[in-house]
């Protein structure tokens, strides 16, 4: 195992540094890096894709990669498949794998970039689903170098968070997660609940329920996500970004009338309702702005994008314009989606 000084990759094309980075590549690994840590009085913390972080120049403290990209059938019957996924499996390419294999249940989370070990922490999701819904349990290794085994319901999972995201803001050491657990059908059972989705396939009401045979096939679900999201979000590649900069925030009943006398419509969510971060934005005036080299991106305001040279200093002051405007003419203050890490 070598700890030694990192450019860290990242989504955002910010350029940083670990003073040390080691990557993980067996149980031995995990717990001689996190005895690294400790002994060096330094905070440990894992780092996947660098598809949701804004990473400052200089990152403090070991940052590890778990390289373990193994997937482990653990149990089949007739309804069910179990399946346990290394955190250094790609995402995209679980879900492509599990769809070929005719395990479903993934196929509306396509194409979200990043690893494995990072979707429970912030419970990704995507057009009407969250992974939570087929996760059974997350392999975590512990400051005290055990491994445990955490059922989903300790995980704390809700919208965009999970137990494992406030402890990455605490000052201890950072949860490793070593495998996710996921028990995925073996029928096709299609999730439509998204309108944007539903209307792709041109059902006009969503909630209305469709004979079986006239259902799209989960393969032909996860064709539709990758073009609609093709189509929405900038790949970047091209266009540096983390995706979604702001989560959608929630707000009580009281305040739906005065988000929809200025044309923003609030949703049922849960207990409360939740509006959309990309309208608020718009309607602050922000959607195709830039600022320098930051700028949001106009077929999706929620998005942030490093046109250039961009430093996280750059992109955060830019958020923060973005959020006081949303706060001064909406009431509302507007969440950070990505982990800040310095
Ligand atoms: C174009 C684009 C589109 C996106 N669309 C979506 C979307 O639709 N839905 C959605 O939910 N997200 C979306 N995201 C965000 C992102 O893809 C996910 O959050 C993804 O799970 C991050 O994976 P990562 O490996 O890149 O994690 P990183 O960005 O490297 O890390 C994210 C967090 O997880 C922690 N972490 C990573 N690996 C481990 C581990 N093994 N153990 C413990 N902690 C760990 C890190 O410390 C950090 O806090 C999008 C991002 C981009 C760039």
Known sequence: MTIAQRRLPNTLNLAATAIAAVDVTSLADAKEAIFYAENAGIRLRCL?????????????????????ASVTLLSRDDEFVRIKVG??????????????????????????PGSVGAAPIQNIGAYGVEVA??????????????????????CAFAYRD??????????????VILSVTFCLNRRPDVNL?????????????????????????????????????????????????????????M??????????????????????????????IDHAGWKGKRRGDVGCWANQPLVLVNYGRASASNLLAFAQEVRESVAEQFQIQLELEPSVVS
């Open 251 to 280: 707000i009580n009943a009281y305040a739906t009338p005065r988000l929809e006398a200025r044309s923003v419509r609030p949703y049922k969510f849960g207990e409360g309702y939740k509006v959309s971060a990309a309208q608020l």
């Open 162 to 175: 999970s137990i494992f995201k406030a402890r990455l803001k605490s000052t201890a050491n950072a949860p």
């Open 48 to 68: 996947g894709e660098g598809s949701n972080v804004v990473l400052m120049p200089k990152v403090e403290g070991l940052v590890c990669y778990v390289k373990d």
């Open 193 to 249: 609940s998204y309108a944007e989705l539903a209307a792709f396939f041109e059902f006009k009401s969503p909630h209305v329920a469709k004979p079986k045979s006239k259902l799209p096939s989960p393969e032909q679900v996860a064709d539709a996500v990758t073009a609609i999201r093709r189509a929405k979000l900038p790949d970047p590649r091209e266009y540096p970004n983390a995706g979604s900069f702001f989560k959608n925030p």
């Open 87 to 112: 955190a250094g499996k790609n995402w995209h390419e679980l879900v492509k794998e599990t769809l070929s294999q005719g395990w479903f249940g993934l196929e509306n989370l396509s194409l979200i």
């Open 133 to 154: 819904q087929f996760i059974e349990s997350v392999a975590v290794m512990e400051a005290n170098q055990i491994v445990r085994e955490m059922p989903a319901k300790e």
